[in-house]
Nanobody, 118 residues
């Protein structure tokens, strides 16, 4: 069992920045691909960014490319999402996900609210 806990959400003005963190429990963090998803009111949950187990490969939703950066520190069991040039449409609950293909294990955090508003 892996527990993931997000932090770092809050209220920010348009064009501002936030950094989200997701800390995972257990010694097997480096065996999981890590992702950030988000869900806005009335909308489906969508993938924002994903990073491979060692951090060498990343991919992003088109709507956040060039503005968001995902990274990970396997020594700290933590994945980050640096969000710059935030827009009101980035307002959502952001969820951290841990996924391991070999075992089909899939874990979610409880989410952290990001609100972009003046």
């Amino acid at each position: 069992q892996v527990h993931v806990v997000e932090s770092g959400g809050g209220l920010v003005q348009p064009a501002g920045s936030l950094r989200l963190s997701c800390e995972a429990s257990g010694p097997t963090f480096s065996t999981y691909a890590m992702s950030w998803y988000r869900q806005a009111p009335g909308k489906e949950r969508e993938l924002v960014a994903r990073i491979s187990r060692a951090g060498g490969s990343t991919n992003y939703a088109e709507t956040v490319k060039g503005r968001f950066t995902i990274s990970r520190d396997n020594g700290k069991n933590t994945v980050y999402l640096q969000m710059n040039s935030l827009k009101p449409e980035d307002t959502a609950v952001y969820y951290c996900n841990a996924y391991r293909l070999s075992s089909q294990d899939n874990y979610w955090g409880q989410g952290t609210q990001v609100t972009v508003s003046s």
